[in-house]
């Protein structure tokens, strides 16, 4: 199997588009990662329609056609090095039709984001680019460790990242290795069946999510479970659950690794066997440490947990 590309690394000076595929943001929310982005070095270069509002029963940061106008000028701008997303929200699969590749083929570049922006890392993946799950320009509620945003800038300039974890009680033993594929789970569900979907065969697959209740959690599973994805992928990690559920019904409500939903997801796909990570720190948390969408890891699994690029 051809292994995905790995955009080339960037040196200091680099432009870093700032595009915004789907909710609105102001200027006063994207102030410190744009900072961050000089102070280290690199040149933020603005889309057209970054600050942009359409409210059409969601507020998005533009048109469909202003968003796909800038998603496709940072994709294929040779000058542009990588592209950061300002957040996610709701509107990357208005764009997934109309994406253009030429430029971006001739020069690939690094795609950082998460949530909604799921849809373009699986996108990316189908044409054979590795991207970066990782913490968007827009500091959340939650806030932003520093360590999150280190571990982007060391991906940005060559480094792969290993990380060393404590076992969580739900994890699965075992070792494999493969592609790694997933990102948001709402968003792996609502590509199910769709030419833009990821390829789940001999995958591990990455999944975290955030104020889905309990039922919906689980009809996202039972989804992947009737598409045969747990029949076919290699390894399962399990990022930030976050105010899942009911919040009169559950206790953890305010919690990034909802127990109750790790539990709904371990029941499902007990009869399954391969490795279970639970915990990871990457989703709609404080501690988001970025995965490489589309990255070739090992996974094992036993007192400790290691995941290696």
């Known amino acids: 199997m051809k292994k995905s590309i790995f ?24 102030e410190k990662g744009i900072e961050m982005i000089k102070n280290r070095g690199f040149e933020p270069v603005l889309g057209k329609h970054l600050y942009t509002k359409f409210s059409n029963g969601y507020n998005y940061a533009g048109t469909e056609q202003e968003r796909i106008k800038d998603i496709n000028w940072a994709l294929n701008d040779k000058e542009i090095g990588a592209i950061w997303a300002s957040r996610g929200g709701y509107g990357c699969q208005h764009l997934i039709q109309h994406l253009k590749l030429k430029g971006f083929t001739e020069h690939p570049k690094w795609y950082i984001g998460y949530s909604d922006n799921t849809v373009i890392q699986s996108y990316l993946l ?54 790694l594929v997933g990102g948001n789970l709402a968003l792996i569900y609502a590509l199910l069946g769709t030419k833009y979907s990821f390829d789940f065969k001999d995958k591990i697959l990455f999944i975290e999510d955030i104020g889905e209740n309990f039922y919906a959690l689980d009809r996202m599973i039972m989804s992947l479970e009737l598409a045969g994805v747990f029949t076919k992928i290699k390894g399962l990690i399990v990022g930030g659950m976050t105010n899942m559920g009911d919040e009169k019904d559950n206790k953890n409500y305010e919690e990034s690794f909802d127990e109750f939903a790790y539990t709904l997801i371990s029941e499902r796909i007990a009869k399954y066997d391969f490795p279970v990570v639970f915990g990871f720190p990457n989703g709609h948390i404080k501690d988001n440490r970025p995965l490489l969408i589309g990255g070739q890891i090992k996974l094992k699994v036993e007192t400790k947990v290691k995941v290696d690029f």
Not at 126 to 147: L, P
């Open 7 to 30: 955009p080339s690394s960037l040196k200091k000076g680099a432009k870093i588009a700032v595009i915004s595929p789907a909710g609105a943001v102001d200027p006063t929310q994207l």
């Open 126 to 179: 189908k044409k054979g680019f590795v991207s970066v799950h990782g913490q968007t320009i827009k500091t959340s509620s939650f806030g932003v460790t520093d360590e999150s945003y280190d571990l982007i800038f060391d991906i940005l300039q060559g480094k792969k990242p290993k990380y060393s974890l404590e076992s969580h009680l739900l994890n699965k033993k075992g070792k494999t290795e493969g592609e």
